[in-house]
């Protein structure tokens, strides 16, 4: 399989030639050259699989031909191995027409860790093969650092430096990321906001020789390697409730639209998705745009869930190039005018074609706190605000389209541990989520920062020292 970039102007590259290089050359993103499909006899033959056996049916395609393809199984056992439910993503019905699907068993207690634990290993694994070394560098208010650290830690060619605002993130996202004890794995407590963080590790980036020595690398969500292993819950989820025989729809607590981008490549590989729904909190610029027919990202506002405060959602340009038939010239000229002007403009042909698969709602803080009381007064269970957000919205969806009677099941995404915020959900129930035990172990342990002024130079000089890319150091395989 080949991977195409959406702005057509960067060298098609393998599989394992995506996962290094992230972004594309021409600023575009990887996309494969052709969408796998799967008969309805292969979709149903998943029924009654594990996890990591449908995993690997559903990823292998994608690998075809690629060196990487003899690293699958294995890396699918390891990075799953340290999941603390037998199913990996459980499926549970809360009322006769809804479901969630819980992606919160891994390490950190959210949907992350499910393609972050397969991607360091697959870019380890290919690293030491090229006998190459990496160091991972990223900017976190919260649940991303903690996924990434706790996927990186221990790794062979690899390092992971983690920079977070001082003060600034909860103390569970704080000690899930400072008490991880490997070697490679350096967390820095800058003294400024997020946007400093984020400032400095895109100066870092736009350093191409420090860039260069240090091989450097991101881990947000435009791999394309993410993604894919992504779409295997919509699998084990639809087929759990009757697909390929019975269509199923998706709603998807959405920031960076990379989750939702996965039950959409579902979809086009054959299982049979009717609607996927978008939630967002009051960060609406998608709901905005399935109303205006303009995306128009404006400026962030901070909510109670906050992996979700995110207005320009890396991953959409994925859906813009396919929903103009994978024509490059339309995909560039709509993102110059996004860039050149911060609005985008569809047509209304494409915007037709967008809403027939696709809605798009926004919760605000209070919906979402009643919807946290709500279903915990009728099921007594506890919601993470991420969650609350989609439940909300597929209750909206529900009431526009008048689907009242509509048989199909609706699965929502649930992304994260109720224990990992506290305080919102005791706020809403009254209750504190009882932590898992895996949580209370980690956050008794000792924990390992720097804190480091936000100073370029000095953050610079931090990473150089303390990364084996940056001491010149051979991979030890
Ligand atoms: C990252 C994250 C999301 C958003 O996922 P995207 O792929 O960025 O759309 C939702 N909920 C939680 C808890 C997350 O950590």
Same mark, same amino acid.
């Given at each position: 399989m080949k991977y195409?970039?959406?702005?057509?102007?960067?060298?098609?590259l393998s599989f394992e030639g995506a996962l290094?290089?992230?972004?594309?050359?021409?600023?575009?993103?990887?996309?494969?050259?052709?969408?796998?499909?799967?008969?309805?006899?292969?979709?149903?033959?998943?029924?009654?699989?594990?996890?990591?056996?449908?995993?690997?049916?559903?990823i292998r395609p994608f690998l075809e031909d690629d060196p990487c393809l003899d690293d699958l199984?294995?890396?699918?056992?390891?990075? $799953?191995?340290?999941? &603390?439910?037998?199913?990996?993503?459980?499926?549970? @019905?809360?009322?006769?027409?809804?479901?969630?699907?819980?992606?919160?068993?891994?390490?950190?207690?959210?949907?992350?860790?499910?393609?972050?634990?397969?991607?360091?290993?697959l870019?380890?694994?290919a690293?030491?093969?090229?006998?190459?070394?990496?160091?991972?560098?990223?900017?976190?208010?919260?649940?991303?650092?903690?996924?990434?650290?706790?996927?990186?830690?221990? %790794?062979?060619?690899?390092?992971?430096?983690?920079?977070?605002? +001082?003060?600034?993130?909860?103390? *569970?996202?704080?000690?899930?990321?400072?008490?991880?004890?490997?070697?490679?794995?350096?967390?820095?407590? !800058?003294?400024?906001?997020?946007?400093? #963080?984020?400032? *400095?590790?895109?100066? !870092?980036?736009?350093?191409?020789?420090?860039?260069?020595?240090?091989?450097?690398?991101?881990?947000?969500?435009?791999? /394309?390697?993410?993604?894919?292993?992504?779409?295997? $819950?919509?699998?084990?989820?639809?087929?759990?409730?009757?697909?390929? /025989?019975?269509?199923?729809?998706?709603?998807?607590?959405?920031?960076?639209?990379?989750?939702?981008?996965?039950?959409?490549?579902?979809? @086009?590989?054959?299982?049979?998705?009717?609607?996927?729904?978008?939630?967002?909190?009051?960060?609406?610029?998608?709901?905005?745009?399935?109303?205006?027919?303009? $995306?128009?990202?404006?400026?962030?506002?901070?909510?109670?869930?906050?992996?979700?405060?995110?207005?320009?959602?890396?991953?959409?340009?994925?859906?813009?190039?396919?929903?103009?038939?994978?024509?490059?010239?339309?995909?560039?000229?709509?993102?110059?005018?996004?860039?050149?002007?911060?609005?985008?403009?569809?047509?209304?042909?494409?915007?037709?074609? !967008?809403?027939?698969?696709?809605?798009?709602?926004?919760?605000?803080?209070?919906?979402?706190?009643?919807?946290?009381?709500?279903? $915990?007064?009728?099921?007594?269970?506890?919601?993470?605000?991420?969650?609350?957000?989609?439940?909300?919205?597929?209750?909206?969806?529900?009431?526009?389209?008048?689907?009242?009677?509509?048989?199909?099941?609706?699965?929502?995404?649930?992304?994260?541990?109720?224990?990992?915020?506290?305080?919102?959900?005791?706020?809403?129930?009254? %209750?504190?989520?009882?932590?898992?035990?895996?949580?209370?172990?980690?956050?008794?342990?000792?924990?390992? #920062?720097?804190? !480091?002024?936000?100073?370029?130079?000095?953050?610079? &000089?931090?990473?150089? +020292?303390?990364?084996?890319?940056?001491?010149?150091?051979?991979?030890?395989?």
């Open positions: 195409v970039s959406t702005r057509g102007e960067a060298p098609s290094l290089a992230g972004l594309a050359r021409d600023g575009g993103l990887y996309m494969p050259e052709t969408w796998p499909h799967f008969s309805e006899k292969e979709i149903a033959g998943l029924a009654g699989l594990d996890y990591i056996d449908v995993a690997e049916r559903v199984r294995e890396v699918l056992e390891e990075a $799953y191995a340290g999941f &603390d439910h037998p199913a990996v993503t459980p499926l549970k @019905q809360i009322t006769p027409k809804l479901w969630i699907l819980e992606l919160f068993h891994g390490p950190t207690l959210a949907f992350k860790d499910l393609a972050m634990q397969v991607v360091a290993r870019m380890d694994r690293l030491i093969r090229k006998g190459g070394r990496a160091t991972v560098l990223g900017a976190t208010s919260g649940d991303t650092g903690a996924a990434a650290i706790d996927a990186f830690r221990g %790794r062979k060619a690899i390092d992971v430096v983690i920079l977070h605002p +001082k003060g600034r993130v909860t103390e *569970i996202q704080r000690r899930q990321m400072t008490t991880v004890d490997d070697p490679n794995v350096h967390n820095i407590a !800058l003294e400024g906001t997020f946007d400093d #963080c984020q400032a *400095i590790v895109k100066a !870092l980036f736009n350093d191409l020789p420090l860039r260069d020595r240090l091989h450097l690398t991101g881990v947000n969500s435009i791999n /394309w390697a993410r993604i894919v292993a992504q779409t295997v $819950y919509y699998f084990t989820s639809a087929v759990a409730l009757g697909a390929p /025989w019975r269509p199923v729809s998706y709603t998807v607590p959405t920031g960076n639209f990379g989750d939702i981008f996965a039950g959409y490549v579902a979809q @086009q590989m054959g299982l049979p998705i009717q609607r996927l729904v978008i939630a967002t909190n009051a960060n609406d610029s998608l709901p905005r745009a399935f109303a205006t027919g303009i $995306y128009e990202p404006k400026t962030v506002i901070a909510t109670s869930s906050p992996s979700m405060d995110i207005q320009l959602a890396s991953n959409f340009e994925r859906l813009m190039f396919e929903l103009v038939d994978r024509n490059v010239g339309r995909v560039k000229e709509l993102m110059t005018e996004l860039q050149d002007t911060g609005k985008l403009t569809m047509t209304p042909d494409e915007l037709t074609k !967008l809403k027939e698969v696709f809605g798009a709602y926004s919760i605000s803080e209070e919906e979402t706190q009643e919807t946290i009381a709500r279903v $915990y007064r009728k099921t007594g269970v506890l919601t993470d605000p991420h969650t609350a957000v989609a439940i909300g919205s597929a209750l909206d969806e529900r009431r526009a389209l008048d689907q009242g009677n509509t048989t199909t099941p609706m699965v929502i995404l649930s992304t994260a541990d109720a224990a990992k915020f506290p305080e919102t959900v005791e706020r809403a129930t009254g %209750r504190v989520p009882e932590q898992p035990q895996r949580l209370k172990d980690r956050l008794g342990e000792t924990e390992r #920062c720097t804190s !480091l002024p936000a100073d370029y130079q000095t953050v610079a &000089d931090f990473i150089s +020292k303390h990364s084996r890319a940056g001491q010149g150091e051979e991979v030890d395989a």
